[in-house]
């Protein structure tokens, strides 16, 4: 018997939701959860130059999508966790046919990411999915704004931390 394909797997994306517009909350890690963003250290995030490269692409993110917006972010060592709005008024979003405008924006930091470290010849590699969660209310949002501001506070308690050798 063969492995499942790909195509057989079951979609982590709500059947209610056309991902087109709306708020989400966005986690993306590294391959193996490898510690390629840098380390936390007494309370303080210490960005390696791939870490410096994917904080910036996450602050640009409106110049190169211009129906998103990202208002919080934290890169951690061997994660990103982001609240990401997608605006569907917006031309550039309605156009939008062949694949979700969320994926286009994830896909799209993480394929400069990627890039950076292959012309560097740094050692990289993200996990093949991400996980998202559309967020309901303004009180699912400030609780998961209070998770990403606390999170290199909260590292080794952190359900994604992982000692490096």
């Known amino acids: 018997m063969c492995p499942p ?17 709306g708020i989400y909350f966005v986690t993306i890690c590294t391959k193996d959860k490898r ?5 936390v250290q007494d309370g303080i995030m210490h960005l390696s130059p791939i870490g410096e490269f994917c904080q910036q692409q996450w602050e640009e993110v409106s110049s190169h999508y211009p129906y998103a917006t990202v208002p919080l972010f934290v890169v951690m060592p061997n994660h990103v966790h982001a609240i990401v709005s997608i605006n569907q008024e917006t031309e550039c979003a309605i156009q939008k046919t062949d694949r979700e ?5 994830i896909g799209g930091v993480k394929r400069e990411v990627t890039m950076f470290a292959r ?15 559309i967020i309901r209310n303004m009180w699912e949002g400030n609780n ?11 590292w080794d308690s952190d359900e994604y931390y992982r000692k490096e050798p």
Do not use: M
């Open 144 to 154: 998961i704004a209070n998770y990403i501001e606390n999170n290199v506070a909260r």
């Open 35 to 39: 510690h390629y963003f840098g380390k």
């Open 5 to 21: 394909c790909y195509h057989d797997r079951k979609s982590p994306r709500a059947s209610f939701h056309d991902y087109q517009a």
């Open 101 to 105: 405008a969320l994926a286009t924006v």
């Open 119 to 133: 012309k560097r010849k740094i050692e990289f590699d993200w996990q093949s999915r991400y996980y998202d969660r």
